[in-house]
């Protein structure tokens, strides 16, 4: 099997009992089908058109090892087809650059999603793993709750929301607890009213409501409110995006 002329510095037999480690937690979970793809796309091709990205690392359990800092699904494809591995070496010092590095690897690639970004992250932040704890219990968009956790304006439009920038970049932040699981509580029970719309839809229903909480303040009675919105759920339309617009109805149920 040919390799292209990339920067190669180890080439690892797929018998070799060295072998390449995984970092558990951090790398991506390999998909078996995801590794069918790339074996025949390999064989289709006729060469390796990329190197399985490694570092020697031994913070992780104090014995230095190669690990996979990159193309798990290319190294478990090689093994299958019994290909000899290409390997490129990065340098990584600590647990800090470890994540940047993935994340730096990863940040144009369709393959990773936001949660394999929080994933990595939160071996070694804890605002990650509290926000992969609040998706785990609050049945809203990703996007919508890491917005509010890190009290940014969630972006209603279809492109997506800057909130994954930070995410990815490691610089997300939790800053108001409490009030943030409020928040996530009160959309809970307004949803339980009105029915789930689309991706678009609810970004927007979410981004009006916010709006009007965080300007009626201590005015705001929950329980009469959601018992208002009861009564006018059968009428209830969400027929337009236009910035305010749905803000303002939910001022009319105070």
């Not at 009006?208 to 303040?217: A, I, Q």
Request: net charge positive.
């Amino acid at each position: 099997m040919n390799i292209l002329s990339l920067t190669v510095d180890l080439i690892l037999k797929p018998t070799s009992k060295k072998g390449l480690h995984f970092l558990a937690g951090i790398n991506r979970a390999v998909g078996p089908g995801h590794v069918t793809k790339i074996a025949n796309a390999i064989m289709r091709i006729g060469k390796i058109i990329r190197p399985v990205v490694v570092a020697k690392i031994s913070f992780i359990d104090g014995i230095e090892k190669l690990y996979i800092i990159d193309g798990q699904h290319l190294y478990t494809a090689l093994l299958r087809l019994g290909i000899d591995i290409p390997c490129t070496f990065i340098e990584i010092k600590n647990q800090q650059e470890l994540i940047e590095k993935i994340a730096s690897l990863n940040a144009s690639s369709k393959s990773w999603c936001l949660l394999d970004f929080i994933t990595s992250w939160a071996s070694i932040k804890d605002d990650y793993k509290k926000l992969n704890r609040y998706f785990e219990i609050y049945d809203f968009e990703l996007s919508i709750i890491a917005s509010i956790l890190s009290d940014r304006t969630i972006n209603v439009n279809a492109g997506g929301s800057s909130i994954s920038k930070y995410i990815k970049d490691g610089t997300f932040t939790i800053y108001d607890k409490a009030g943030d699981k409020k928040k996530l509580d009160y959309l809970t029970d307004i949803f339980k009213i009105l029915p789930r719309m689309n991706r678009s839809e609810n970004k927007y229903a979410c981004s009006e409501y916010l709006n009007f909480l965080s300007k009626v303040g201590s005015k705001y009675d929950h329980t009469k409110f959601l018992a208002k919105l009861l009564k006018i759920k059968d009428s209830f339309v969400f027929a337009t995006q236009e910035p305010g617009a749905l803000e303002t109805t939910f001022k009319q149920l105070l």
